[in-house]
């Protein structure tokens, strides 16, 4: 079949089918949670219930604020929408001209981390102007992290297009377990987690304001102004993890297109990721969120163990 | 290579007449008397007119730059000869294409800072000796990327620094921080012009002329001593680190436009001296230029965003912020050397032509932005951001325009700045390999750490500038000023929109200026960079491809359900708007409660405690009754420049201590002076005897 027809299959199917899994994943994030520490929990379909919810609410704006209170959760939902059609989730076939480049990838997720800061920001008050500074100052020590992660696990495929290094693992499986991989994917693994607000840098079941970064930004915002910024993270969640899934198990993903391949890489690919979100929520059972100034010394970890994935990739390999 | 076609032609072709033979003679010749003509309408023209007039004439000379540039950037040939009656050969105009795009940066932002300016002076600003300054100052600048031997070059550059300063100290009479920001860019931009003079000197010496246009095979001693004069006397010009320190005085100093002229272009002529050197005068150098422009840069970059993160003043912010693009442009330029080094040619060219883009991209968003900072101090009168807020909705103009060009400073798709960075890290990440082989062990460290550079400079930039756009523009107003703001005259409204449609456009359409610029520099650019799709841009080389168009029409198709869905919930869920913000339902009416710039960027100065050294001051006082009740606390937080307190200073004391020494030595008796030049008198002559 013609590689645009279903490089725009698999977008359209990235795009469906993540936003019905991003809410259940949170779902089932929490219901874990919930029963491992003896609660009965919410039920794994609260998050689609909160959703309705929230969508049939007046949103309530002050007076002051400005139209990016409006504009920044649909910017969020959007720019997380556009990480389901780029990276290689359901399968490797990407569009010519905008391949799930690396670079451009990061990119479109700080879009994301921008109108997130900016709509805390617009409320005008002190706790969302804490929560956009932490989440900032958060976002940026993350990025070398980030970028050094990827690269180093660009070089064995020799591109910084994330589809080809997922081809390339998935042809020589070998790759996955060597230690640069494994150095690669830890550090990358703990900057996803700083940048999508997990433990131990955020957390996420919190409302104090001492410990709280994502909270604290959605505060002023109500009803599908809080839906559309819930979505967003949700979904940029759900993603990376996706991601990270498809980079240590590349198996099930669609390479060649067939309507039996789509089916098995859909299926594949939910099960990935709701399965790491429940190791996710078990981890985070023995975790305590560390301290906000304790955070850099996490990241300089981990930009560590990315930089000693490059260079031992270009000096050992 | 075209610089020489250029000096054959003109040995051949031109001698100096006034009827011009090309069109680059003609549009050298136009700047030059159109330059002549503002200075004389600024010294004639009545105070009410003087504004109007001169701004159209610097227009004027801005426009005839642009399209003398753009000539000479497609590849026009030709110039202008001026003999000269000193015993030297005659001073050559005659751009080259990588001349012509750099005059064209300087005059796009030329256009800009005119239009601008017509309506933005006031005062001591539109004085009579301000307004001769400006047209001196724009030709300058435009002569400098025209110049083809040294002495021409020094004319330029000097009779550009000549008109900034006095600029520079138009305002010089209400406040006294100007005057010393007037001594220290005086020392620092001679320091600068004496490295390069001294540059210059040495490579004449050993290729015995001043001419740019015949490249001699030069001697590795004196090449490696002319070339870090001149990254010393450039990278003091482009604002690199260490010699950056008269950064953050003189831009916030200056009037705005001339900040944004300053910093959109004249920095620039530092990049183009740094390539003139590295690729015209001096190719094909040793791996340790690369390593030494990239360490320079790289720290510029690193020190340059550290500093503007957490700098409260805008304008002091966004000097900064220029040390840091100016220090990614190097990096990109130090990469390219060191790369083709080792042969790596595809990623060299992609550095090489990212930090050509990095270097246009940098004028149009950050005069945009200091333009805009203008805008807010016109309004305000206020550029301390902890005072600031709200203005969004008050000057929605000015707020979408330094929206955007805050974007292109963060490096966020669709703005220019995105591009830049992306192709900077292709070739960065493509860089250590070489067919599958590691080309050295320094470019395998040295390449991951000039990405985890870029990272972490990109990263600090979203923060910085987020916190400039969100502070200033979102929320509540901070103080009176801020409330009562309004937006701008049209003329100004004018330029910002000019300048944030220029980022727009480099960041949509990349691929033809791309390859555009990719002429300029590599004798085969198609291999380098390539323009496909709807403006999109690739690098063949190194096999990676960017369509920023595409990324839109994919962003709108995928917000068109969310948008749906949020009409539909409008109709039956209409918003309410209360009068306060919630605030966790500990909101009071008063907005000082609200975050400022200073406790935004506090995480960051905690972070950075041992580089960036700030001193903090905390002052409490107790209610008279008991001193378990506090009445006020006053923090104060200072963060200086730590090459100014740990570099500079020693060395000004010094002097000073020298200074005070040498008064004794000259205590201003006569008798004593006649024995000095007695003694002087009779050393010469020994000296002269042997």
């Known amino acids: 079949m013609n590689a645009v027809i279903s490089a725009i299959i698999i977008a359209v199917v990235q795009v469906v089918l993540f936003v019905f899994l991003a809410p259940l994943l949170i779902g089932v994030i929490r219901q874990v949670r919930a029963t491992i520490e003896g609660r009965a929990g919410a039920g794994i379909w609260q998050p689609w219930r909160d959703l309705r919810k929230l969508l049939a609410k007046d949103p309530v704006r002050a007076a002051e604020s400005s139209w990016m209170l409006r504009a920044g959760p649909v910017a969020l939902t959007v720019s997380s929408l556009l990480l389901c059609v780029l990276l290689p989730l359901v399968g490797t076939i990407s569009f010519l001209t905008i391949p799930s480049d690396l670079f451009v990838v990061v990119s479109v997720m700080l879009i994301g981390v921008v109108a997130l800061a900016l709509v805390g920001l617009d409320g005008g008050t002190a706790f969302g102007g804490m929560g956009s500074s932490r989440h900032m100052t958060v976002a940026a020590l993350v990025e070398p992290t980030l970028l050094l992660s990827v690269y180093a696990l660009s070089i064995p495929a020799g591109t910084s297009t994330i589809s080809a290094i997922v081809e390339t693992r998935l042809l020589s499986p070998e790759i996955i377990i060597s230690p640069v991989s494994v150095l690669a994917l830890v550090a990358l693994s703990i900057a996803i987690m700083a940048e999508t607000g997990r433990l131990p840098v955020d957390n996420p079941g ?17 009803g599908r102004d809080l839906a559309w910024l819930e979505v967003g993270s949700w979904l940029k969640l759900a993603a990376l993890l996706g991601l990270v899934s498809n980079l240590a198990v590349p198996w099930g993903v669609v390479t060649d297109f067939s309507a039996l391949g789509l089916a098995v890489g859909v299926v594949s690919i939910a099960v990935k990721v709701l399965v790491l ?25 981990s930009f560590a163990l990315a930089f000693l994935a490059v260079t031992a990739s270009y000096l050992v390999a | 290579m075209t610089g020489m076609e250029a000096g054959l032609l003109l040995q051949t072709e031109i001698e100096a007449g006034l009827i011009p033979q090309t069109g680059l003679e003609a549009g050298l010749l136009l700047q030059l008397g159109l330059g002549a003509l503002a200075v004389l309408t600024a010294l004639t023209a009545a105070p009410f007119l003087r504004s109007r007039a001169v701004g159209i004439l610097c227009t004027l000379i801005a426009v005839t730059g642009f399209l003398t540039g753009l000539v000479a950037m497609l590849g026009g040939t030709g110039g202008l000869r001026i003999s000269i009656a000193l015993p030297m050969d005659p001073l050559l105009l005659a751009p080259d294409r990588l001349g012509g795009l750099f005059m064209l940066i300087v005059s796009g932002v030329g256009i800009l800072v005119s239009l601008y300016s017509m309506s933005s002076t006031h005062g001591p600003d539109a004085s009579r000796t301000a307004w001769v300054a400006m047209p001196v100052f724009l030709v300058g600048m435009q002569l400098v990327p025209a110049a083809t031997d040294s002495v021409s070059f020094l004319l330029a550059l000097e009779i550009m620094t000549l008109g900034s300063t006095v600029l520079l100290l138009a305002d010089h009479a209400s406040r006294a921080t100007v005057a010393s920001a007037g001594i220290w860019y005086s020392a620092m931009s001679q320091l600068s012009f004496f490295f390069i003079l001294a540059g210059f000197a040495v490579l004449a010496a050993a290729s015995g002329g001043t001419s740019f246009s015949t490249p001699q095979a030069i001697e590795p001693g004196p090449a490696n001593v002319a070339f870090v004069l001149f990254l010393l006397g450039f990278g003091g010009k482009a604002e690199l680190v260490p010699l950056h320190v008269w950064v953050p005085r003189v831009l916030p100093e200056a009037p705005s436009h001339v900040s944004a002229a300053m910093s959109g272009a004249m920095v620039k002529i530092g990049v183009y001296g740094g390539l003139l050197v590295c690729v015209r005068l001096l190719p094909d150098g040793p791996a340790w230029w690369g390593i030494a422009i990239m360490v320079v840069g790289g720290a510029s970059a690193l020190y340059g965003i550290l500093q503007a993160s957490v700098s409260s003043d805008l304008k002091v912010l966004l000097a900064y912020s220029t040390t840091e693009n100016m220090g990614l442009v190097f990096l990109g330029l130090g990469a390219s050397l060191l790369l083709r080094g080792y042969d790596a040619t595809a990623a060299a060219d992609a550095a090489l032509v990212a930090a050509l883009l990095l270097a246009v991209s940098h004028a149009a968003f950050k005069s945009t932005l200091f333009l805009g900072a203008g805008a807010i101090i016109h309004a305000t009168g206020e550029r301390n951001l902890d005072r600031l807020g709200g203005l969004g909705a008050r000057m929605p103009v000015t707020a979408a325009a330094f929206g955007v060009a805050s974007l292109g400073a963060a490096a966020i798709p669709i703005t220019s700045g995105f591009v830049a960075e992306w192709m900077l890290l292709q070739s960065l990440i493509h860089g250590g390999r070489l067919d599958g082989a590691v080309v ?69 359409l990349p691929g033809p200026i791309a390859a555009l610029v990719g002429h300029t520099v590599s004798s085969n650019p198609s291999a380098a960079v390539q323009s496909i799709g709807l403006g999109g841009v690739s690098l063949p080389g190194i ?21 749906v869905s949020i009409i539909v919930s409008a109709r039956g869920h209409p918003h309410r708007t209360v009068d306060l913000p919630w605030g966790g339902g500990g909101s009071r009416a008063r907005p000082r409660m609200q975050y400022t710039a200073t406790s935004y960027a506090e995480p960051l100065v905690r972070v950075f405690d041992d580089v960036l050294k700030p001193s903090r001051d905390v002052q409490v006082t107790h209610v008279a009754e008991s001193r378990y009740l506090v009445e006020r606390v006053r923090v104060e937080q200072r963060v200086s420049d730590v090459f100014e307190t740990r570099l500079y200073r020693p060395v000004l004391n010094l002097f000073q201590r020298y200074g005070i020494v040498v008064r004794h030595v000259a205590n201003g008796s006569i008798h004593r002076y006649l024995s000095y030049s007695f003694v002087a008198l009779l050393i010469v002559l020994i000296v002269v005897s042997l």
């Open chain 1, 206 to 222: 919190t409302h104090l304001e001492v410990t709280m970064l994502h909270e604290a930004m959605t505060l002023e915002a109500s």
């Open chain 2, 440 to 508: 050295s062990v320094t470019a395998s460290v040295a390449m991951p750490l000039a990405v985890a550079v870029i990272a972490l400079t990109a990263g600090l930039a979203l923060l910085t500038f987020v916190k400039a756009y969100g502070i200033a523009f979102l929320a509540r107003p901070r103080s009176a000023e801020a409330a009562k703001a309004r937006e701008v005259p049209p003329l100004m409204q004018l330029s910002l929109a000019l300048g944030a449609l220029f980022v727009l456009a480099l960041g949509l």
């Open chain 1, 277 to 301: 979100g429940v190791m996710l929520s078990i981890g985070e059972i023995f975790l305590a969120k560390v301290r906000l100034f304790q955070v850099p010394e996490l990241l300089a970890g």
């Open chain 2, 543 to 563: 096999g990676a491809v960017l369509d920023p168009i595409m990324l839109v029409v994919l962003s709108a198709l995928v917000a068109i359900p969310v948008i």
